[in-house]
């Protein structure tokens, strides 16, 4: 069974400030798909940014980037220049299943944004 | 897109009582996933349909739950006998043929079970 694990429970930075959040996944498969999800208090998820496991350069969505390393089976997301706006918490997410691309979530990291 | 909508937003019930959710995915989205999300917890996936078919349920799911999609549009989730630890945040999910990798999330119905 596909695992995805998030080390860190809360993070903090400071405005205009850049942050990394961290991820590891276990697969045995070759072919899938890693999210960063953000939900904000009392809000909705929403997608902040995929990575292809067949794509070899990084995925990036304006200040929002990700460093994918497929053999170490690490997939973290930086936030460059920290807004007020990016507190939420953040989940880092796997699929891997074509015909049902039903989403493992890690356990979140708590992202605050310090004035 | 109008977004995907949940009603109830918040349900308390007490033990034993039946509750039912409804999803309404954005229209022209074929791809439906419920997903629960405890306290401190990522979301954990309940069921999947495609269009009104139920494809796949997770062992999350026991007998007390049941969802339907009919005619594929909107989805019901219903909990029979609810327990108290069935208090929990559960949150609809859709997406489209085209590109399903994009899960667009409601705003979820939080359930309270006292």
């Known amino acids: 069974a596909q695992t995805v694990t998030q080390s860190q429970p809360e993070m903090s930075v400071q405005e205009a400030e850049t942050v990394t959040l961290s991820c590891t996944y276990d697969?045995?498969?070759?072919?899938?798909?890693l999210f960063w999800y953000k939900q904000p208090p009392s809000r909705q998820m929403i997608l902040v940014i995929r990575?292809?496991?067949?794509?070899?350069q990084n995925a990036t969505e304006n200040r929002f980037s990700v460093n994918f390393q497929k053999a170490a089976k690490s997939f973290s997301l930086k936030i460059s220049d920290s807004q007020l706006g990016d507190a939420a918490m953040y989940f880092c997410a796997y699929t891997g299943n074509f015909g049902n691309e039903k989403l493992t979530f890690g356990t979140g990291t708590r992202l605050t944004i310090i004035p | 897109d109008t977004g995907v909508s949940q009603n109830p937003r918040h349900k308390i019930t007490k033990r034993g009582q039946n509750v039912t959710f409804r999803c309404d995915p954005i229209s022209e989205h074929n791809r439906l996933y419920w997903y629960r999300q405890t306290l401190g917890q990522g979301p954990e996936f309940l069921t999947y349909?495609?269009?009104?078919?139920?494809?796949?349920k997770s062992r999350l799911l026991s007998d007390r739950f049941s969802a339907e999609r009919p005619k594929g549009s909107f989805s019901t989730l219903e909990i029979q006998r609810t327990e108290q630890g069935d208090s929990a945040m559960y949150l609809c999910a859709s997406s489209r043929d085209r590109d399903p990798y994009e899960q667009y999330f409601g705003p979820g119905t939080r359930l309270t079970v006292t």
């Open positions: 990575q292809e496991a067949y794509k070899q």
């Open positions: 697969t045995s498969e070759s072919d899938y798909y």
């Open positions: 349909f495609q269009n009104e078919a139920q494809l796949e």
